[in-house]
């Protein structure tokens, strides 16, 4: 933030001061601005590309090993800072900051530190053809355009900026326009860090902004995590020129329960499938089919839990249930469930918005949990991306694999049962790209994440990730004599 008290973007190593015009960025718990964010037109995006340039030609050119000491020092410098960060992460956001203290700032950091490991790793290989022999390297590629969710700002920007980093690219990092506020945090810590100017850019903007981005030529590989119609303008914007792609995009997962589930551990993964950061999470287990001798006894539990969850300010230590993102979105819940309510479904507990006091001034709804669900509903089939659970009863193994399957998305599934033999063999039918047996939303960085069909390409984290951020020379070298026909 400038001392004009707007919030600029951050291009070669420090703010840039723009006149373009600014944004508001509103805390959704309370309607109250919390900044004036510029917008990034096309002379701070022709800049960022031009800082990364430089960037990546002095970064790209350092050891591994020197990349990944940065990297590592900057995982520190964010633990350090957790407080501050998670605050910030809370306002922006509306997430309780029990949630933001204890991951969303960490699990950034466990990012960072993971592929700062991986940096001086990143060779490629020996290949012996016995009078000669061949070897591969791994290069970077170039400049990468990361493009932000408003779910998990800090996390996002961290999983899209240390692979890339690691591998010796440059990037250019726009967040999301409704939480724009930790990106440039990061910019900061990785400057603190020792990253040289350029190497990690931040711009500000709405989707034209984004544009600008996809479709400049200068830019090898954008990163996205969103929904599947910002996806596919990305590709479509991106395959002009032939630019690497990654994904992450929407879901409506299945969480499966068998009858000989443990009760407890499977409500426990239900709730944090669907309420957890007030249900905004993308890999989310919203479809919750349960085996129809456990059906009543797991709802009744399910509600008893469900009624004990807290709402309240996001900033309070006790909150379990924070803010949704703002007004327009939360009004796109309440109309998803006002459409469950018509077609049929019953909401045992839930279902309203939250008005007393002062929550009424924010974007509050109750967790809600929907029972006597249909496949064909919409509240089943759409992503609605809030706390909102469609609990389907199920009779056997391969009717619920067939209904689970049934959607043009396949992000996440999860399978809770004691009996591991029906659960590998369930998981190995899901259509999922990444599953959980007896827990769910658990991500850790160690482990590729992303989906198929309409939820996605490629995968964020784990080894995977630098496949996606790098390139293979391969290179033949001559030992005997050129045998030449001519």
Same mark, same amino acid.
């Given at each position: ?31 109250? @601005?919390? %900044? ?6 096309? !002379?701070?995006?022709? =800049? $960022?590309? /031009?800082? &990364? ?93 990361? @493009?932000? %969710? ?6 996002? !920007?961290?999983?899209? =900026? $240390?692979? /890339?980093? &690691? ?110 950061? /007030? ?208």
């Amino acid at each position: 933030m400038t001392d004009t008290g707007i919030l600029e973007a951050w291009i070669d190593g420090a703010y840039r001061p723009a006149t373009t015009d600014c944004f508001e960025t509103l805390n959704p718990a309370t309607g109250e @601005i919390l %900044a004036q964010v510029r917008i990034a037109g096309g !002379a701070e995006v022709e =800049a $960022a590309v /031009a800082a &990364a340039r430089r960037g990546f030609a002095v970064w790209s050119a350092m050891t591994g090993a020197e990349r990944g000491r940065i990297l590592t020092r900057a995982a520190q410098l964010l633990r350090a800072r957790n407080d501050e960060l998670a605050r910030l992460e809370t306002l922006d956001t509306g997430k309780p900051i029990q949630e933001t203290e204890a991951i969303d700032i960490h699990s950034g950091a466990d990012c960072l530190e993971y592929f700062g490991g991986l940096a001086a790793s990143l060779t490629g290989e020996h290949i012996d053809l016995g009078s000669a022999f061949a070897y591969t390297r791994r290069e970077p590629l170039g400049i990468c355009a990361g @493009i932000g %969710a408003w779910n998990y700002p800090m996390q996002i !920007a961290c999983w899209k =900026a $240390a692979p /890339a980093l &690691a591998c010796g690219n440059a990037m250019i990092f726009k967040p999301a326009e409704l939480t724009p506020l930790t990106a440039v945090k990061l910019a900061e810590v990785f400057a603190e860090a020792g990253m040289p100017p350029g190497v990690f850019n931040v711009v500000q903007g709405f989707a034209e902004t984004g544009q600008l981005l996809t479709r400049h030529p200068g830019i090898a590989k954008v990163s996205l995590t969103g929904e599947v119609g910002t996806g596919i303008k990305v590709m479509t914007d991106a395959a002009a020129s032939l630019k690497h792609v990654t994904l992450e995009l929407g879901g409506k997962s299945p969480l499966i329960v068998f009858d000989d589930a443990e009760v407890d551990r499977a409500i426990s993964g239900a709730m944090l499938g669907n309420f957890y950061s /007030a249900g905004e999470v993308c890999s989310n287990g919203t479809r919750v089919f349960v085996q129809r001798k456990l059906l009543d006894s797991f709802l009744e539990r399910l509600v008893e839990r469900t009624r004990r969850m807290v709402i309240g300010d996001p900033l309070d230590p006790a909150t379990q249930v924070g803010a949704l993102i703002g007004e327009e979105h939360l009004q796109k819940v309440l109309g998803y469930i006002e459409r469950g309510k018509a077609e049929g479904a019953d909401a045992v507990i839930g279902g309203k918005r939250v008005t007393e006091g002062a929550l009424g001034q924010g974007a509050f709804v109750e967790p809600t949990v929907f029972a006597n669900c249909r496949d064909d509903m919409s509240v089943v089939r759409e992503e609605i991306f809030g706390p909102v659970m469609s609990v389907l009863a199920f009779d056997e193994e391969e009717e619920v694999i067939e209904r689970a399957n049934a959607t043009p998305y396949g992000l996440a599934a999860g399978v809770f049962t004691r009996d591991l033999a029906r659960a590998h063999r369930t998981v190995a039918h899901l259509q999922a790209g990444t599953c959980w047996i007896n827990n769910y939303n658990i991500t850790p960085i160690e482990m590729p994440f992303g989906g198929v069909k309409l939820s996605g390409i490629g995968r964020e984290n784990g080894k995977a990730a630098i496949e996606h951020y790098s390139q293979l020379k391969s290179v033949y070298v001559e030992l005997g004599e050129v045998e030449c026909p001519y």
